[in-house]
Every structure is written in structure tokens, then in C-alpha cells.
């Protein structure tokens, strides 16, 4: 019945959709669309004749490989290698070598996703190239039997086809991807995809007529319909029937009529091929089964010769096929396939699927060893991890040693994938299988790779104790390396000086070898072992010298890191011109790189150097940036990195206490890195909260050699307390954290180990400590030389702080003229760089605060900034009390009476006038406070209308007439109470925290006085 091939028919839209894809990647625009249906459906033929039609484009296929003997990336070696041969005269990057032996010999690279990224970013390099010279149509076909590395590759490739020639087309059947796929994720928010159904009546009917010798009738369509759903592969296969008098209920039924009419030995050989696969090389086939039924087989159409090989017409064919093979020849005809492929070369991950299962154990899990390490030479770790995992299932539980190897290496492959739970999972039962000593430090040093920031972990500490007991006591490059690594996992606990010794002796120890990739590892440990020591220079030579044997021993990656490590102890010692420079060297690196683990350092580093500029928009811009690159590279500590450039911004600002929010979540998630709840100190003191900042400064100083670690952030930590102790007026803390601070004088605060986040010169925060404690010298000599250094870094506010700071000191000292030339330029800068001035809440012990009569102004500053008030009676009285301290005034007195005469007016007519022109001021303030929406402003004003309503009520009688005052005395205390209540109003408009104080600290009555509270130990400098 079945007479040629038919052509193809029907998927106008689906062809269309895709001519459109291919159109747009001819004009540089790139895409990926994704073609999902039943098998049979005509997925590939969809995608066979786009690919025929556009004579255009440079057609590549990859095919994926059904079950598990799949080598690793399959599809993409086929593609890349298919490239390659169209385009042999483009460069291609070395790393290629590792997916195809014929793309180049594979070079030395580290197991981890970085180096993946350096693969992936490889072939896509190499495929722009190609597609620069002539577009590309890439068609992946049957993804659901993709390895989950080539499926990462697809997904990467989504972004970097945008701006290429590149059209990528993938096929799969959707009802064989289960939730939880990887391929889910990828069709759901990444590309586009096209669903081909069952062909209408009308389309079957079409192919029925172009594809059938003689046209059938219209009967026998309409049954063909019914039955296939318009599957056009099911369509085919009942066409090729002899006749329709029973319906098959399915294609695989119509292969099986099929097969069942073949002879013996033609159904041996279709069985050995759907053994072997999909498509068998001709030389296998004659080693396993007799090729002369080929004929036959062909002629049945269910295989088709191609020559060097023989091929099922579709992959349904294969599967109905190898289904109906009784196990116990299934498994004799794996066995001979097996043996064959073995004899002639094959995959390693080939072989391994045969031997399995032909239950040819020991074989198969040689074999499986081979492909997982295969497998990871080209990074493809997920798929190691499979075939490690395999060959583990396989192996009897008595064979230790082995089970010991294969455990490392699978946890090698999951800790390349990132998958650090797995990985710490294989590696501990690793440590369980008592593993000869070189095993287990080599495991001991893949757990303890990782760096996870605030994080003691007790299993490394315990594997890397356990290594080194198991190592002979000599010189070696496994010992030094385990030394080194456990002083670096020691970090964040109190063991100081266990830690620097480890270091020492592993340093010591590679020196002596003369190792010199040891040296540079156990050198950058101990870069890590050191922080929180005052020897910058020590930790700047150490850096330099491992970025010196790293590019040495050909390690860019160690090299690069080495880099971090400068640019960190440059920015401590305020060396920003260097600064730049080994930024600008990084960025070289890192973009040579091209690993994201580094990448969005970048940004981050910037935006520090912007931040320490007062170029805040842009710090924040950069920031964001940064944590955007460090989220889609997966970093575990990005959200750290980013809070630590977030701080520094807003420390810039004067705005620290919004980030409270993030450092409670973040001194929860990182219990070991005391920064946070330092920063948290620093908020509470800053919001007036001070009970609360004095607990968390105790609890950290109430052992300080053991509560706040010698980390990276032993600085900063202290840094922060300081300044929260300051604010308290704290002075057993300051006592205690000047002396930890003192010997990091002449450095600057680096929050992060790379260099990220900065505050500034540690001079001005043992300034604030020596202003807490009144050794106000001292504060000076430490705050002009803070002002020196934060002028030399290019740190305007932190300059303007420690200016603020100095004015304070020299007040104190006597040297009035220099304190406001200071106090002036602070407060200059800070209202131009927009910024408010830290540490103004509270005077510290021994502060001096100005009340200065300036003509018909005062001068007044207390915490904040300074402000002008405007000259009334009720200033006055409160300039003669503040400036009386700490004597009593009787009110007779303070109101300038002598108390001789009776039956005065309550108001003369100069306080009249003075309350009515206040008044007029009121009524202003009010309409300006509403137009500008400022309620809380216009109710004060309207509270202060209203008292000198009431006081002018009480002071005019009937027309206008003076009232006459009963009392001298009484009428003088009701004068200066309301005169006094309305200036602390006045002044709540400037500082709320002055009126607050003003308000609980003078005393009115017969006799008034100024009594602030003792701890507070103010000194007012009053000026009339």
C-alpha cells in the first residue's frame, strides 16, 4: 500500500514560528525554541525540514542518546564537532580538547563550576565565531534524553545566543519530562516553545494520498484517522500494513505485526541493533549478529541502511522492539555487544550500560569508574556523580577500599556541581571507611575547600585533625597542605595562637620541600590565619608572594585571589593610588578569566571607592550590581558582600540605623561574625536606644579575647563598638577598646578580607574612645591625624566626622577659635555633601554646649547641628540659668525686679510687644509648616499661639487695660514659667533631644535653677 515517502504536510504556524526564529538570527538576533509533542508527533521532521528549506543557515544536529550509555554532553560534542569541521581555520580556546578529543588535546583545569563556566563560555565563543562567518540553525533532538549537563549548557547558551547568528531548535517528548526535570525550568522562563499535536482530517487525509502507492478509500482515511489521532508517524506505519481489516490499537502493535512476518534470522538482527541503540556501525553489527537478512530488514523498513551504518527509521521502532525481548536474551545480546564495543574503543559509559546489564558486575563497574571520570575531565559533574553512584550500587559493602575511592571521587564531582551537601555526604563516609592516610587528607582538603564566611564548621575541624594524626610527622606536601587548611578552618573561633602556629609550621614546611604550589596554598591559609593581626605589611608581602608563585605555577585562579587579598590590606593601609591600580589589575584578571565566582567583585569594590567619595547614588547603583552578578554565580556569601558596601554607604550618610532590619537577620544567620552585632550596637546607641546598645557591648567586651574573634572583622568589630560606646558615654568599654584598637592606629578599617566596604581611618575611632574617657590631648592628637588620613584616602565625610569630632576636643581644651573654625568646615561639608554628622545625639562626658548671643540672634548647638534662634525674653532667662549653674536664681531676681513695688502691670508693654511679634512669627511658621504638609510643626506652633493667647488674656483687662498683678513674686514666676515653656517650644522645632532636656532638667517656682542629671556632665559656654 505504502508507495514512496510522503512529503511533508501540514505544521504551517509551527514552520512559520520557526522560519521566524531563523530570520531573526540571520539579522543578529539569536534565539532558542523548543518543540514539545507525542512521540511520532513529527518533532524531528518539523525540525528536518526547516532545516532543508533554509539553504541559508549552516544546519548541525545533536542527537541525544536514549538509556544510560550516553556519553557525557553528546549532543554538543556531535554539534561542536560537526562545527569544527565546517569551520577548521577558527580559533578555538584549549579547554575544548575536554569535550572531543579532535576539538584539541585537553589541558590541566580545577574541578568546579568555575571551570565549567570556562567550557560552556568556550563553545559558545567558538559557535559565535562560526556563525560570524555563516548563520547557524543548531537542532538538538529528543532533549528528554539529554544529560543534565548538556541541558545546563542549553540553558546557558540562552543568553548568549541574544546577540549572535545562532538559531537553537531542541525536540522533546513533553509527557516524558517529569516535574522536577531540569528541562522544566528551562521551557517555563527561558525559551520559547511550540506544541505540535495530532494532524486535522483534512492534513491525514493529504498524507494519505502523497504517501500511499494507491489511494485507499475514503472509508479506509477515516479509519486511519480514528485510529492514529493524526499521529503522522502511526499514520505511516498502518499505511505500510497490507491491509487494514483489523485496526491496531497502537503503533507499537503495528511494529510488532510487522516484525512478526520478518524470518528468524533477519528478527536476530533487528534485535542485536535495538540492543546496541538507535544506530549501529556496520562493524559492530557483523560481530554480533549475521548481516545478510539486511536486505530483508530494509525492505520491511525497519531499519535503514546508511551505509557505515545501519539506523531505525524512528526511535518508537527501537523501543517497541527492544521491549518485546525476552530478558534472558536481552541480556546474552548486552553481554556480546558489550564485549564487541570494548574491543573497538567505546565509551567507557557505553560499556558500563552493557555490562550492567548483562549483570557482568566487576566489568561494569570498572567501567562506570572510567565514565565518571570521563565524565568530569569534561566537567560534566552531574553525570560523573551518576556513574560514581552506579558503580557504589554495584560494589559489595566488604570491599572498603575501593568503596573509599569511589566515595571521594563522587564527592569530588558533587562538590565541582556545587552541591556541598551531597559532596560533605560522600566525603564523611569517606572518613568512615578508614581510608588509608593520603586518602583522607586528600578528602579532608575537598571538605574543607569551601569558605564559608562566619561559619565554624566542627565536621571539617574534626576530618582535618583526623588527616593530620593519620600522616607521618615528616615533611610532605599533603601534610603541609592539611596544616595550613586547618588553621584556615580555625578562623572564626578564639584559638589564636593555635591557628598562627598551624600556619607557621605548614609555611615552614612547604618551604622546605620546595613545593612551591603547596607554598603558595599554604601561604594564602595563612593570609586567612593572620586576620585580625596588626601586620598588614606581613599579610600585603604574604599576598604579594602568592600571587607571584600562583602565576608561577601556571594557577591563574590562586593567582587572582592572591589579588583579592591585596587590594584589601592596600585599602587598610589608606594606599589608594595602589588601590586602583591592583583594582584596575583585577578587573584584567577576573575578565580573563571570565568566572563569575570573581566577576561581581567588581562592582562591589567600586562602589566602595564611591562610597568613600560621597558618590552615593552611584555606590548604591554599583552595589546592586554586584549583588545581582554574585546571586547568578551562586556565591554563598553574597548577601554579605553586598551588606558590608551597603554599610558603608549609609555609614557615609549618617543614615546607619535603617540597615537594622538586615543586621538582625543576618547576626542570626552568621552567629560567628561578631560585625553584625557590633553594627547592631552602633543602631541601638545611634536611636537613643542606649540600654540596649550598653547590653550587646557588654556581652561582646565581657570577655573580649573570646567574644569577638580575631577575624577579618576584628577591626571593623571594634571599630563599630567604639563609636556605639561613645554614644552611651560609655567608659569601661571605651577603656577596654582603646587598648584592643590602639596597635591598629596608623591603619584604616576594611570591613571585608577583598577589600569591600571601608570606614575610614581607625585614628578617628580611638578619637571618639579618648573623648569618651575625658583625655581630651589624647583625642586630639588621634582625631587630626584621622582627619590627615581620611583626607589622603578621599573620604570627605569621614573627614567631616572626625573634624566634628576634633572640635569637641579642642572645646574641651581651651582652644575655642580653632574648635569653631573646625566645628564650621565639619558642618560645611556635611550640609554639602548632604550627610548628617554622627555621634550628636547625647553629649558625652565633659561636653561643652554653646548658648551665643549674635546680635538679634543666639547661637545654639547641643547634639545636632548648630542653630539660630531669634532674641525673646524667655532666651534670655534661660541664657542667665544655664549660665548660673549650678546657683539657684530667685525669680525676682532672674526677671531683673528688685520687688519694691506692687500693683504693677503682669505684662509691660515691652514683653507685650515682644509676645505679639512672636505671635505674628507663629502665624507665618503655621502657614508655611501647611503648605509644606509638616503637621507635627504647625501643631507646636499652634500649642505656643495659644499659651501666649492665654498669657496676653491674662495680662489685659476690659478696652485694652493693663491687669494689675496681685503679687510681685507671683506675677514674675507666672512670667518667666510661660517665657521659659515657649522658648523650649521654639527650640523643639531645631532639636527635640535640647527641648526633652531643657525640659526635665530647669526648674521653675519661686526659685528656678538648671539641674541636668549628674552622668550627663554637661558644660554650657554662654555668651550674652
Known amino acids: 500500500m505504502l508507495g514512496t515517502v510522503g512529503g511533508f504536510v501540514g505544521r504551517a504556524q509551527a514552520l512559520a514560528d520557526l522560519a521566524s526564529l531563523v530570520d531573526r538570527a540571520a539579522g543578529g538576533i539569536g534565539g532558542i525554541t523548543l518543540v514539545a509533542g507525542d512521540p511520532g508527533i513529527g518533532k524531528t521532521r518539523l525540525a528536518t525540514e526547516l532545516a532543508t528549506r533554509r539553504s541559508d543557515v549552516h544546519a548541525v544536529w545533536g542527537t541525544c542518546w536514549e538509556g544510560e550509555g550516553a556519553p557525557a554532553l553528546w549532543p554538543w560534542v556531535q554539534v561542536v564537532r560537526e562545527v569544527a569541521r565546517r569551520h577548521a581555520a577558527i580559533a578555538r580556546a ?75 531548535v531542541g525536540t522533546y517528548r513533553d509527557l516524558e519530562v517529569p516535574p522536577g526535570h531540569a528541562l522544566h525550568q528551562l521551557v517555563s522562563t527561558r525559551t520559547g516553545v511550540i506544541p505540535l499535536h495530532g494532524l486535522a482530517a483534512d492534513e491525514v487525509a493529504e498524507l494519505v494520498r502523497s504517501t500511499a502507492r494507491d489511494a485507499p478509500a475514503p472509508a479506509a482515511t477515516e479509519l486511519i484517522v480514528r485510529a492514529t489521532g493524526g499521529n503522522p508517524f502511526f499514520v505511516r506505519e498502518m499505511l505500510r500494513m497490507p491491509d487494514l481489516e483489523t485496526v491496531p490499537e497502537s503503533v507499537g502493535e503495528v511494529i510488532r505485526r510487522r516484525a512478526a512476518k520478518l524470518s528468524p534470522a533477519a528478527r536476530a538482527l533487528i534485535d542485536a541493533v535495538s540492543v546496541i541503540g538507535h544506530r549501529c556501525a556496520f562493524d559492530v553489527l557483523a560481530r554480533i549478529a549475521s548481516p545478510h537478512p539486511l536486505a530483508e530488514v530494509v525492505a520491511a523498513r525497519l531499519l535503514e541502511d546508511e551505509g557505515p551504518t545501519v539506523r531505525f527509521p524512528h526511535a518508537l521502532v527501537r523501543e517497541v522492539l527492544y521491549r518485546e525481548l525476552p530478558v534472558p536474551e536481552r541480556t546474552e545480546l548486552h553481554r556480546r555487544a558489550g564485549e564487541v564495543l570494548a574491543s573497538l574503543g567505546a565509551e567507557p559509559a557505553e560499556l558500563a550500560y552493557h555490562f550492567a546489564r548483562s549483570e557482568q558486575r566487576d566489568q561494569a563497574i570498572d567501567h562506570a569508574e572510567r565514565a565518571g571520570h570521563r565524565a568530569l575531565g569534561m566537567f560534566a559533574y552531574e553525570d560523573a556523580a551518576t556513574q560514581f553512584d552506579r558503580a557504589l550500587a554495584m560494589l559489595p559493602l566488604s570491599e572498603t577500599g575501593r568503596r573509599a575511592e569511589l566515595s571521594f571521587a563522587l564527592g569530588r564531582a558533587h562538590h565541582a556541581a556545587s552541591h556541598t551537601a551531597e559532596a560533605h555526604a560522600a566525603f564523611e563516609r569517606v572518613a568512615q571507611l578508614s581510608p588509608p592516610p593520603e586518602l583522607l587528607a586528600e578528602t579532608a582538603l575537598a571538605f574543607a575547600v569551601e569558605f564559608t564566611a562566619g561559619v565554624v564548621d566542627p565536621t571539617e575541624v574534626r576530618l582535618l585533625e583526623q588527616a593530620l594524626a593519620a600522616l607521618p610527622a615528616t615533611d610532605h606536601p599533603l601534610r603541609a597542605r592539611v596544616l595550613a587548611r586547618l588553621a584556615k ?8 595562637a593555635r591557628r598562627v602556629e598551624l ?34 605589611e606581613e599579610r600585603l608581602a604574604i599576598a604579594s608572594e602568592v600571587v607571584a608563585l600562583a602565576e608561577k605555577c601556571g594557577d591563574p585562579e590562586l593567582a587572582v585571589q592572591g589579588q583579592a587579598l591585596r587590594i584589601g590590606n592596600l585599602l587598610e593601609l589608606g594606599d589608594m ?4 591600580v591592583e583594582i584596575e589589575a583585577y578587573d584584567v584578571a577576573t575578565t580573563r578569566l571570565r568566572q563569575p565566582h570573581y566577576l561581581w567583585h567588581l562592582p562591589l569594590l567600586r562602589s566602595t571607592l564611591a562610597a568613600l567619595a560621597c558618590q552615593f547614588d552611584r555606590a548604591e547603583e ?18 554579605v558582600f553586598y551588606g558590608a558596601a551597603l554599610s558603608t554607604i549609609r555609614f557615609g550618610q549618617g543614615r546607619f540605623g535603617e540597615l537594622e532590619p538586615m543586621y538582625r537577620a543576618a547576626a542570626a544567620q552568621y552567629p560567628s561574625l561578631i560585625t553584625y552585632r557590633s553594627c547592631l550596637a552602633l543602631v541601638f546607641a545611634e536611636t537613643g536606644r542606649r540600654e540596649e546598645a550598653r547590653h550587646e557591648i557588654d556581652r561582646l567586651l565581657a570577655d573580649p579575647t573570646n567574644r569577638v574573634p580575631r577575624d577579618f572583622s576584628w577591626v571593623a568589630s571594634l571599630a563599630l563598638l567604639s563609636l556605639a560606646a561613645g554614644s552611651t558615654g560609655d567608659r569601661a568599654a571605651a577603656s577596654v577598646l582603646y587598648d584592643l584598637l590602639l596597635p591598629y592606629e596608623r591603619t584604616c578599617v576594611r570591613v571585608t578580607r577583598i577589600g569591600i566596604a571601608g570606614l575610614g581611618a581607625v585614628a578617628h575611632f580611638l578619637g571618639v574612645l579618648a573623648s569618651t574617657l575625658g583625655d581630651w590631648e589624647r583625642a586630639r592628637t588621634h582625631l587630626e591625624r584621622a582627619i590627615d588620613t581620611n583626607l589622603r584616602i578621599g573620604a570627605p565625610a569621614y573627614v567631616a566626622n572626625s573634624r566634628f569630632q576634633l572640635a569637641r576636643a579642642l572645646r574641651a581644651t581651651g582652644h575655642e577659635a580653632r574648635a569653631s573654625e573646625e566645628l564650621q568646615r565639619a558642618e560645611i561639608a556635611a550640609s554639602t555633601l548632604g550627610l548628617t554628622l554622627m555621634l550628636r545625639h547625647e553629649p558625652p562626658r565633659g561636653r561643652t554646649c554653646v548658648l551665643r548671643r549674635e546680635g ?54 515691652r514683653a507685650k510687644a515682644e509676645l505679639k511679634a512672636r505671635l505674628a512669627d507663629l502665624d507665618d511658621q503655621v502657614a508655611d509648616a501647611e503648605a509644606r504638609g509638616d503637621r507635627e510643626r504647625a501643631r507646636r506652633a499652634r500649642e505656643e499661639i495659644d499659651a501666649i493667647a492665654e498669657e496676653l488674656a491674662l495680662a489685659v ?32 522645632d531645631h532639636d527635640a533631644e535640647l527641648a526633652d532636656h531643657l525640659d526635665h532638667s530647669l526648674k521653675t517656682g519661686a526659685y528656678c535653677s538648671y539641674a541636668p542629671e549628674a552622668a550627663a556632665q554637661i558644660q554650657w559656654e554662654v555668651t550674652t
Open 856 to 909: 538679634e540672634l543666639w547661637t545654639v548647638r547641643f547634639r545636632r547641628d548648630a542653630f539660630r534662634l531669634k532674641d525673646s525674653i524667655g532666651v534670655g532667662y534661660l541664657a542667665r540659668l544655664l549660665g548660673a549653674r549650678p546657683s539657684e536664681l530667685h525669680v525676682l531676681e532672674l526677671s531683673g525686679q528688685d520687688g519694691a513695688s506692687s500693683g504693677m502691670p503682669v505684662l509691660d508693654p
Open 489 to 496: 578552618a580555625l578562623l572564626w573561633t578564639p584559638e589564636i
Open 957 to 988: 483687662g476690659i478696652g485694652g487695660r493693663d491687669r494689675r498683678a496681685g503679687s510681685e513674686v507671683e506675677r514674675a514666676r507666672m512670667r518667666v514659667t510661660k517665657a521659659i515653656k515657649a522658648v523650649i517650644r521654639r527650640i523643639a
Open 503 to 536: 600556619s607557621e609550621t605548614a609555611v615552614a614546611m612547604a618551604r622546605r620541600i620546595g613545593d612551591e604550589a603547596t607554598l603558595a596554598a599554604a601561604l594564602y591559609d595563612r593570609h586567612v590565619a593572620l586576620w585580625g593581626g596588626p601586620e598588614v
Open 622 to 639: 554599583l552595589a546592586r550590581i554586584g549583588l545581582a552578578m554574585a546571586r547568578r554565580a551562586q556565591h554563598q556569601a553574597a548577601d
Open 94 to 168: 584549549p579547554i575544548l580538547g575536554r569535550l572531543h578529543p579532535e576539538l584539541g588535546e585537553a589541558v590541566p583545569a580545577p574541578l568546579d563550576e568555575q571551570t565549567r563556566f570556562q567550557l560552556f563560555d568556550a563553545i559558545a565563543a567558538f559557535l559565535r565565531a562560526a556563525a560570524a562567518v555563516h548563520p547557524l540553525l543548531v537542532i538538538v533532538d529528543d532533549l528528554h534524553w539529554a544529560d543534565r549537563s548538556s541541558l545546563l549548557l542549553l540553558g546557558f547558551l540562552v543568553g548568549e545566543v541574544r546577540t549572535a547568528r545562532i538559531a537553537v
Open 577 to 580: 593610588a595602589r588601590v586602583n
